[in-house]
């Protein structure tokens, strides 16, 4: 039996790459970072979006200001301004928005989700590096992929028990995301659907 005095388990590689790397650190003066976000649903048209975080303000202590735009129109998500990060606040605010929707989907709690996702991560998510391509880079870049379904086996779900998330990493990119991707495979009576947010580039403000 675990005890209050016991301390936390070792982050796993997986949430050390995704959650206590500086992302942003190659980003040292107020900037845009772009994103394409698309989603494919089977039998429905396909959906592409953007999201859109901007940088304001950098400390000399290598902490960022980040005031996001993320999605448009009915699909706009107001989040607050991240301030003082050092990773990208874009992996929050795109797995919150998951939370919602999964949630909203089964009837299960967002607390109950977001718990079984770190735990995927901590006990059985798998890394790799690779090589891929990546806007604004004449040749594929060095980079880490990061693959977990957090859900698997788990009948709270239901048919997200399927659900599986690859994430790409790389230094060679400002803001370190080359992409979020999130894929839950066709089922009885249930559609395949695919998400993606790509980075797409960076720009001045």
Do not use: C, K
């Not at 994103?35 to 048209?45: H, I, L, V, W």
């Not at 605010?93 to 079984?116: H, I, K, Q, V, Y």
């Amino acid at each position: 039996m675990a005890h209050a005095a016991d301390p936390p388990p070792a982050l796993s590689p997986a949430q050390v790459a995704l959650f206590e790397t500086p992302h942003l650190a190659s980003v040292r003066n107020p900037l845009w970072l772009d994103y394409a976000f698309r989603r494919e649903e089977t039998g429905r048209p396909t959906v592409t979006d953007r999201i859109s975080l901007e940088v304001r303000h950098v400390g000399e202590d290598g902490r960022h200001d980040v005031y996001p735009e993320f999605l448009t129109g009915e699909r706009r998500i107001a989040y607050p301004p991240a301030l003082g990060f050092l990773g990208n606040p874009l992996l929050i605010f795109a797995l919150d928005r998951d939370t919602r929707e999964l949630s909203a989907a089964t009837g299960g709690s967002m607390n109950w989700f977001r718990g079984r996702f770190r735990m995927a991560l901590l006990e059985r998510a798998t890394l790799e590096r690779s090589q891929v391509a990546a806007a604004g880079q004449a040749a594929p870049v060095e980079a880490i992929r990061i693959e977990v379904t957090p859900f698997d086996h788990e009948r709270r779900a239901g048919r997200f028990q399927a659900l599986r998330y690859v994430f790409t990493l790389s230094d060679a990119v400002p803001g370190g995301i080359v992409e979020i991707r999130s894929i839950v495979s066709s089922g009885p009576d249930a559609p395949e659907i695919m998400e993606s947010i790509t980075f797409a580039g960076a720009r001045a403000p």
